[in-house]
C-alpha cells in the first residue's frame, strides 16, 4: 500500500490567511493524490501531481512534490470558510492501492 | 468528472438484519472499486479491493462472511453487511478507480446505524 501521512493534524485559521499541509509517504510512487473530505461526506480529489513534477497549481491550490524527501505540500492560499474540511494525502502506483493518515483537519474562521 | 454514486446515504436497522449498500460508477469503467470504513475523526480503514469479474481481496482482520462484496461488473459494486450488530455501526465509503495510474473516485458514504 502508498500510505500517506499527513502533518499537522490539526490547522485552525482565519480566513484569508494561507493554510500549509504537508504529507510523506514511504515507498517510491508515480503520483501522488490530495482530497477533501468535508464532515461526514466522502473524499472529494483535489488534484494529482506525477512524480516528474515538482509544483502544481489548481485555482488557490498549490501542491508541491519532493520525491527525494518523499514528501508533498498543499497550499491553500485566501483561505475561506468554506475550505474547513480534513485533508487526506496518497500515493499512487499502478496497481498499488492508496491507503490514507488521519488527515489534516482545517478549520478556518470567518 | 468522474462520479461514483453511493446507495443509501443513511441506514438504521435493527441488529440481525443484512444491509447492502451500493457503489456505482456513472461515467467511467472502474475496474477497481475500494471500500473503507472509517470511525469518527479517524481516518478510513480499506475493509477490501475488489476487481470486476473476480473475488474481493479483504484486509488483515476483516471477516468476508461478514462483510460481502460482489463487484459484478464495471460500474457496480456492493457491499452486503450480513447480520449486522451494533459494533458494526459505523461510516461506510466506496471508491473506484479506472485502469492505470487514476486516481480514486469516492461515494459520499453510507452512514450506518445498528440498533
Known amino acids: 500500500s502508498q500510505q500517506g501521512e499527513e502533518d499537522p493534524q490539526a490547522l485552525s485559521i482565519q480566513e484569508g490567511e494561507n493554510a500549509t499541509m504537508n504529507c510523506s509517504y514511504k515507498?517510491?510512487?508515480?503520483?501522488l493524490q490530495w482530497y477533501r473530505q468535508n464532515s461526514g461526506r466522502g473524499l472529494v480529489h483535489l488534484i494529482l501531481?506525477?512524480?516528474?513534477?515538482r509544483e502544481k497549481h489548481s485555482g488557490r491550490l498549490r501542491v508541491t512534490l519532493d520525491t527525494s524527501k518523499k514528501s508533498s505540500s498543499l497550499l491553500i492560499t485566501a483561505s475561506r470558510a468554506a475550505d474547513t474540511a480534513s485533508y487526506f494525502c496518497?500515493?499512487?502506483?499502478?496497481?498499488?492501492?492508496?491507503?490514507f493518515g488521519r488527515g489534516t483537519s482545517l478549520i478556518v474562521h470567518p | 468528472g468522474a462520479v461514483v454514486s453511493q446507495h443509501p446515504s443513511w441506514v438504521i436497522c435493527k441488529s440481525g438484519t443484512s444491509v447492502k449498500i451500493e457503489c456505482r460508477s456513472l461515467?467511467?469503467?472502474?475496474?477497481?472499486m475500494f471500500w473503507y470504513r472509517q470511525f469518527p475523526k479517524q481516518s478510513l480503514m480499506l475493509m477490501a479491493t475488489?476487481?470486476?469479474?473476480?473475488?474481493?481481496?479483504?484486509e488483515q482482520g476483516v471477516e468476508k462472511d461478514k462483510f460481502l462484496i460482489n463487484h459484478a461488473s464495471l460500474t457496480l459494486s456492493t457491499l452486503t453487511v450480513t447480520s449486522a450488530h451494533p459494533e458494526d455501526s459505523s461510516f461506510y465509503i466506496c471508491?473506484?478507480?479506472?485502469?492505470?495510474?487514476?486516481?480514486?473516485?469516492f461515494g459520499d458514504g453510507t452512514r450506518l446505524s445498528i440498533l
Open positions: 471508491s473506484a478507480r479506472g485502469p492505470g495510474d487514476q486516481p480514486q473516485h
Open positions: 515507498t517510491s510512487i508515480n503520483n
Open positions: 501531481i506525477r512524480s516528474n513534477e
Open positions: 496518497a500515493g499512487g502506483k499502478g496497481s498499488y492501492i492508496p491507503t
Open positions: 461515467d467511467f469503467q472502474a475496474t477497481t
Open positions: 475488489s476487481n470486476e469479474g473476480s473475488k474481493a481481496t479483504y
